[in-house]
């Protein structure tokens, strides 16, 4: 079945390390792709999202995403992560089927805990 | 603008009742939707809208059902409560922008309890 896979499911950093987090998809054409972001006790925000143009986005709190299409990825990186950062977060991609709906298909997620 | 929100924020059924999460948002977006969030997961969509009037089935509908009368409310019912609808429930909104931009905004989610 076509679907979004989040490689990591827990992934622990100490502050300043760099983090990245897989995102691999399976739907072929156009699709648009998004990071977004739970911290404890709140709803999903926005991190960044891709649907044209440089494949290198770069979103809020000094977050970035590499779309490469060969590869059905889009990975999330941060070149230093602080303890802020400790939330949960998921790919989602809006497949070509969904593109007059805007459906979303999201990852199982990824829950990073920073130590301080 | 309070954006999208929902009501109630936490709720316990007992099997068999039923109940209304209700979804408002106050951006004059067309694309509604609702999906659910359990551990491990990620979410799971389980209706949709792309205007009044117009709903369609997500990944997971069973057990559920939406109207949608007004742009701004997208209510989601749940008609005889079962253990497997116990989960975190979130409303989301969207307009389309020109080149594809379908950016969803959720609201802060209903966690439901079914005993």
């Known amino acids: 079945a076509q679907s979004v896979s989040q490689h990591n499911h827990h992934v622990i950093l100490s502050e300043a390390a760099s983090l990245e987090l897989g995102c691999n998809y399976s739907y072929g054409g156009t699709v648009n792709l998004f990071w977004y972001v739970q911290y404890p006790g709140q709803h999903l925000q926005l991190l960044l999202k891709?649907?044209?143009?440089?494949?290198l986005v770069k979103g809020i709190k000094g977050f970035e995403a590499e779309f490469i299409k060969s590869k059905f990825s889009f990975n999330l990186r941060k070149p230093s992560v602080q303890w802020s950062d400790t939330a949960e977060y998921f790919c989602a991609v809006t497949p070509p089927t969904a593109s007059n709906t805007g459906k979303l298909i999201f990852g199982q997620g990824t829950t990073l805990q920073v130590k301080p | 603008n309070a954006g999208v929100t929902q009501t109630p924020k936490f709720r316990i059924l007992k099997i068999g009742q039923s109940m209304t999460l209700q979804c408002t948002q106050d951006?004059?977006?067309?694309?509604m939707y609702w999906y659910r969030q359990d551990p491990g997961m990620g979410l799971k969509l389980i209706y949709y809208s792309v205007g009044a009037g117009i709903t369609d089935k997500g990944e997971v509908p069973n057990g559920y059902n939406v109207s949608r009368s007004t742009t701004e409310d997208f209510p989601l019912r749940l008609e005889l409560a079962a253990p497997s609808q116990t989960s975190v429930y979130f409303c989301a909104s969207s307009r389309r922008l020109a080149g594809g931009d379908n950016e969803q905004f959720f609201g802060p989610g209903t966690r439901l309890t079914v005993l």
């Open positions: 951006m004059n977006h067309n694309y």
């Open positions: 891709y649907f044209s143009g440089d494949p």
